[in-house]
């Protein structure tokens, strides 16, 4: 079955940098779009990072530009969120979300993790 497993979450210090993954399993990951989204305490989920099947395009949420990169490796089933420059207002559970070209609709998510920034 589809599985999304997302590690390297944990607390930092503002100003720092984490890197997430995504590990992906039970699809054909080139077929899938991926993104990250994330959901702080009291708010809605939002999108922070989405890369197509092949890698060819990303695109980032105002907040994160500049300071977050979206990537994949389609050898290896996994993809990445680099974090760096983080604030206090980045802490959420972070989610990876698979989307397979073709059906917008159907989308997997994986359990997310957690990241805290605070000193």
């Known amino acids: 079955q589809v599985q999304l497993v997302e590690s390297g979450g944990g607390l930092v210090q503002p100003g720092g940098s984490l890197r997430l993954s995504c590990a992906a399993s039970?699809?054909?990951?080139?077929?899938?779009?991926m993104s990250w989204y994330r959901q702080a305490p009291g708010k809605e989920r939002e999108l922070v990072a989405h890369?197509?099947?092949?890698?060819?395009?990303?695109t980032y949420a105002d907040s994160v530009k500049g300071r977050f990169t979206i990537s994949r490796d389609n050898a290896k089933n996994m993809v990445y969120l680099q974090m760096n420059s983080l604030r206090p207002e980045d802490t959420a559970v972070y989610y990876c979300?698979?989307?397979?070209?073709?059906?917008?609709?159907?989308?997997?998510w994986g359990q997310g993790t957690q990241v805290t920034v605070s000193s």
């Open positions: 039970g699809f054909t990951f080139r077929s899938y779009a």
């Open positions: 890369i197509t099947s092949t890698g060819g395009a990303r």
């Open positions: 979300k698979a989307t397979p070209v073709g059906f917008p609709g159907l989308n997997y």
